[in-house]
C-alpha cells in the first residue's frame, strides 16, 4: 500500500485546489511501476478525471514533469521502492554521475511542476517557456536558402563533440521550476533550459543566431549560480555549468 497525496485543481470551480490522499494498492511488482504508471493506474482504477501530461513514457519528451515529494522530475523515470520506502529518479540514462536524489517518505505527494500556472490538476500553462524559447531563438538560422535544398550545414568532428551533455536536454523545465533566479524575474530570465539550448547551438555553429549572444548579455548577470538547476536535472545533464561557459564566452 502508498499513502498517495495527489494535487487537484479546477479553475472552474469554486474550491480551485485541493490535495487528496489515498490508500492505493499496487498492481505491478516495483520497481517496475514508475510514477507515471502509479499515476496512470490510479486513473484507471479510482479516478478517471484526473488530468496530467505524458506521451513516450521512458524519459525523451519531457511532458511527465512533475513536483514528486517536493523536487521536480519526470514522473515515468521516478520509481518508488517497496524495499526502502524511497523515491529514487532512474540514472540509466544520465550522462554524468547519479547524484543519487532519494527521499526517505513512505508516501507519495503528487504535484505540478513548481512555479508554473496551473491550468487543470496536473497539467501547467507553458506559455512561459515557450515565450523565453522564441525570444531567445536557440535554433539553427541558417543562410541557405530553400531553393538549395541539397544544401546543409555541417559540424565540425570537434564542434561534435562539444555537444555531449548539451544535446540531450528534452526541454522537460524541471530545471527552470527549480532556479530562485527564475522565479524572481518572472518572465525577464529565459532560465536554465533555454540557455542551455542556446549553447548548444552556439557550439556547434558559432554563427548560430546572433539574437542569442545579444540576449545573453542581458541574461547572464541573473544566474546567481545556486546550482539548484543542476541538481533537478532529470537527464543528469549540468544546465549551471552551460550559464557559466556562456558567461565566458561572452566576457
Ligand atoms: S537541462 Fe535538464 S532539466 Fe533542464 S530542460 Fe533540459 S533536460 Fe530538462
Ligand atoms: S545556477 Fe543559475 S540557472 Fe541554475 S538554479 Fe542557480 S540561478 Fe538558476
Ligand atoms: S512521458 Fe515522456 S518524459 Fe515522461
Redesign the pocket.
Known sequence: MLLLKLYRCSPSSSSSLLVIAYRLALSAPLPALNVLGLLLQYRSALDASLSLRYSCREGIC?SCALALNGSNALACLSFHTASDGALHADTRLHTAPPRGRLLQLRSLAVAPLLHHAVLHDLVVDWLLLYASFSAVRPWLISSFSTASSHSYSAASRCSRSLLEAHY?????????ASCPSYWWHAGAYAG??IL?QSLRWLLSYSSASSSIALLHKAQLAKCHSILA?SF????G?M?ANAIVALQLLSS
Open positions: 519531457g540531450e536536454c528534452i526541454l522537460c523545465a524541471c530545471c527552470n536554465p533550459a542551455l538547476c533537478a536535472c532529470p537527464k545533464l544546465p
